[in-house]
């Protein structure tokens, strides 16, 4: 069953890029992840063919990124500041990008 979150995080464009430079180039289970510029910093929508497969990327991958590039500015990983709402998939249509963002 897929599983599908919306992430609002208090990070910039420059931080995203940074945590993104050290995540793998394929991320097995994700079917669609989109970053979206918000007042405040970014939110995320993300389509996992899972929870388990999003929970293991985030503990492997995710996480260390988001410390290492935390860290890299001084600022401590709180993840009290993240807001996560899981929310129901009922389809997912990707297109193809030209180029990545």
């Known amino acids: 069953m897929p599983y599908a979150f919306i992430q609002d995080v208090p990070a910039n464009e420059e931080m995203y890029a940074k945590v993104r430079a050290h995540l793998p180039t394929q991320a097995p289970g994700l079917v669609a992840h989109i970053a979206i510029k918000r007042e405040g ?20 991958h995710v996480e260390p990124a988001v410390d290492q590039v935390l860290a890299s500015y ?19 249509w990707c297109g193809a990008l030209p180029t990545p963002m």
Do not use: C, K, M, N
């Open 41 to 60: 910093g970014l939110r995320y929508v993300d389509v996992w063919e899972s929870e388990t497969a999003w929970e293991q990327f985030r503990l492997a």
């Open 74 to 92: 001084g600022l401590p990983h709180d993840h009290s500041l993240v807001t996560t709402e899981p929310v129901e998939v009922i389809d997912v």
